[in-house]
């Protein structure tokens, strides 16, 4: 009948939440037969006391509920669980072999069963509240080790909708040590799965429903200043407001920082390091450090690899970079950490990248992305991936980096963030100039030029625009344009690590070919010895011989004198040694 006046959507939205619109007015039914609550109650009748008050304080559950979860938050036993199976008023089950036995109410007898608890209702959902709560605090640990993440992920996606239940209740109740207990869980959940989005919003709406009570108690003003890292993180995560996300961690701090050798604190500190690093690189150190010795006093094995992780990522050479790495793999391997070893995997793999070491290379981006693609990662997958394409086109191995370019691409269209999809398209752009596909390149490259938001931690993708397109208006033989976009790269402030400075000296190096050209040698010799320093100076002194003698080479057809000069130039060079 009510197809006749609503939707279907309308319908079933009703239905969750008010039973009684099930019944019908036809006279020529039995009374017991005109509304499911009528045939509810009959059924009831039938329940022993033991059995009603179980059944009721079931309803408590949202979903699958455990063995265990229906023991300790109703008191019952298997016996009358096993009674209520028989009488199908609860379903039984398990995912797989290896789970325990998941029971589950149906949502219409759930809601009879919720008008029978009365006034023991609020009882009932502190008992779960607080069961999960425990629960969520026994995963954390797990969340974290290597070999059970995956595990324990599918649990709570089982568990997931007892677990919202209770962190909605934990709110409401104003339950500091209930959120506090499962606030872990609940950001490593949205995190390591991507669904940071859902994240975001799940904190947001903490936050906001805590603003006005959190100075009422001081567990509480503690949980709220979790919730608002939490949340910041998220919004970083998302790439699409960074000072929203400054400013929420900035607030944080101001909570988190009266206690300074929490984890809480150090996980902000961390954060918000992670956040001003582009554009405040010392300030971000000093933070790191701070929550470096805090996660050390802890024991944290897993922090400490991040932080040196991060700390690999911004050293300004090779060898600096390495002893991070190095430090920072044998936490991981203590603490059985794959994930971060995966994460640390194609970081080493994009240094070794740069210092020419391509097999090395290949081999630790092959070796992170079978370890992320276990873990459901796809932006670390989708970043580790694009070294792995840089790496196989220059060895020449393009069918292979075109299958994983449309790999990226699915996946970067999955996780629809905007800054992995950038990332794909100038690892496209990268590609269609490596195959010699000029207009494609230029497409791409500009694309990202065109799309990239005016916000700091994009500044990465633009430059490298830039330093691409200056090979590719070199190949068009556009030696003025050549310059100014690999001057453009020069000229942007970036932070000053070994990859950036790689792009650094070889933008020089570009540029010395385009006086070259042109047969200025004079100002040629300045920027190759520009590029010479700093090339030195990062570690990549073999890289840098290798491509200016194969520069000369290359003269030596078209100009015999120009390679002569070049000759003698770098034979007679005797760089520094920075190392």
């Not at 017991?32 to 179980?54: C, G, I, N, Y």
């Not at 470096?292 to 990522?313: P, S, T, W």
């Not at 040629?524 to 520009?530: D, F």
């Amino acid at each position: 009948m009510w197809m006749r006046v609503q939707t279907p959507a309308a319908i079933a939205a009703e239905i969750a939440n008010n039973l009684d619109i099930l019944h019908t007015r036809q006279q020529d039914l039995p009374a017991r037969q005109r509304s499911m609550h009528a045939v509810f109650d009959q059924t009831w009748a039938r329940l022993s006391a033991a059995e009603r008050q179980t059944l009721a304080q079931l309803s408590v559950f949202r979903g699958p509920f455990s063995v265990d979860a229906a023991c300790q938050v109703t008191g019952t036993d298997w016996s009358l669980l096993a009674a209520l199976v028989d009488k199908s008023l609860l379903r039984h089950h398990q995912f797989n072999a290896e789970t325990a036995v998941y029971y589950e109410m149906h949502e219409l007898l759930r809601q009879y069963a919720a008008s029978h608890l009365a006034e023991r209702a609020g009882d009932a959902r502190q008992w779960h509240g607080q069961y999960y709560a425990q629960l969520l605090a026994g995963y954390e640990p797990c969340l974290r080790a290597g070999d059970e993440v995956t595990t324990t992920l599918k649990q709570m996606q089982r568990e997931i909708d007892n677990i919202r239940t209770a962190w909605e209740w934990a709110l409401s109740a104003r339950h500091g040590d209930s959120l506090n207990q499962m606030l872990g869980s609940m950001y490593l959940f949205y995190f390591l799965p991507s669904l940071v989005r859902d994240g975001l919003a799940v904190m947001a709406a903490a936050a906001k429903q805590l603003e006005q009570v959190q100075n009422d108690d001081e567990t509480l003003r503690w949980v709220y200043g979790r919730i608002l890292a939490q949340q910041g993180s998220f919004t970083w995560l998302l790439h699409e407001d960074y000072d929203a996300a400054e400013q929420l961690l900035r607030c944080s701090l101001a909570i988190l920082d009266t206690q300074t050798s929490s984890i809480e604190l150090a996980q902000a500190l961390h954060t918000l390091a992670n956040i001003i690093y582009t554009r405040d690189l010392p300030t971000a150190q000093q933070y790191w450090e701070r929550s470096l010795k805090i996660y050390e006093q802890a024991g944290n094995l897993e922090r400490q690899g991040m932080i040196l992780r991060n700390l690999c990522v911004t050293a300004p050479d090779y060898a600096t970079a390495l002893t991070y790495r190095e430090q920072a793999l044998a936490l991981a391997a203590a603490g059985n950490d794959r994930r971060n070893e995966g994460h640390l995997y194609f970081i080493g793999s994009d240094h070794e990248y740069h210092m020419g070491n391509l097999q090395a290379a290949r081999e630790l981006a092959e070796k992170s992305i079978g370890i992320i693609r276990a873990f459901d990662d796809p932006p670390h997958l989708i970043l580790a991936t694009a070294v792995l394409v840089t790496i196989l086109t220059a060895e020449n191995r393009f069918d292979e980096a075109r299958a994983l370019l449309q790999e990226m691409q699915e996946t970067a269209e999955k996780l629809s963030i905007q800054w992995h999809s950038l990332l794909v398209e100038l690892a496209n752009g990268r590609f269609a100039l490596a195959e010699g596909r000029l207009e494609a390149a230029e497409t791409r490259l500009t694309a990202v030029l065109s799309n990239v938001p005016n916000e700091r931690f994009y500044n990465g993708l633009r430059q490298q625009a830039f330093f691409h397109l200056g090979y590719l208006k070199l190949a068009q033989g556009d030696l003025v344009a050549a310059r100014e976009q690999w001057q453009s790269y020069l000229a942007a402030e970036q932070i000053a690590n070994l990859p950036t400075r790689s792009r650094c000296w070889r933008a020089m190096l570009g540029i010395a070919k385009t006086w070259l050209c042109v047969g200025d040698w004079e100002t040629a010799v300045t920027h190759l010895q520009q590029a010479c320093d700093l090339a030195c100076a990062i570690g990549a002194q073999a890289v840098w011989e290798g491509k200016v003698r194969r520069l000369t080479d290359l003269y030596q057809a078209a100009s015999p004198d120009m390679a002569s000069y070049l000759r003698c130039w770098i034979d007679s060079l005797n760089p520094p040694n920075h190392n």
